[in-house]
Nanobody, 118 residues
Framework: QVQLVESGGGLVQAGGSLTLSCVAS????????MAWYRQGPGESRDFVAA???????RYADSVKGRFTLSRDNAKRTAYLQMNGLKHEDTGVYYC????????????WGQGTQVTVSS
């Protein structure tokens, strides 16, 4: 059973910073991609950033230059450093892991709330 646990969310003033963490645990699975998505109030779940093995990290246009995704593969952990936060960054941030072994699978965390006060 693969589990993803996010942490690091909270309330921050506009212009501030937060760092989110996502730890993947479980036995016998690999990780191809670790990614972050977010869902604002009344909105769909949108792509934020993704790191795929052997590829350049990708970002949504709305966060480029402000957010940085990094990984510690030994710890199966992904981080999302968020700087220059804006009110529109408010939402629940979800970690996503794409795996290809033993089967192709997509895993999601429970989400962590980020609230940016304007």
């Amino acid at each position: 059973q693969v589990q993803l646990v996010e942490s690091g969310g909270g309330l921050v003033q506009a212009g501030g910073s937060l760092t989110l963490s996502c730890v993947a645990s479980g036995d016998n699975f690999n990780i191809i991609t670790m990614a972050w998505y977010r869902q604002g109030p009344g909105e769909s779940r949108d792509f934020v950033a993704a790191s795929t093995n052997g590829r350049e990290t990708r970002y949504a246009d709305s966060v480029k230059g402000r957010f940085t995704l990094s990984r510690d593969n030994a710890k199966r952990t992904a981080y999302l450093q968020m700087n220059g936060l804006k009110h529109e960054d408010t939402g629940v941030y979800y970690c996503n892991v794409e795996s290809s072994w033993p089967t192709a699978a997509d895993y999601w965390g429970q989400g962590t709330q980020v609230t940016v006060s304007s």
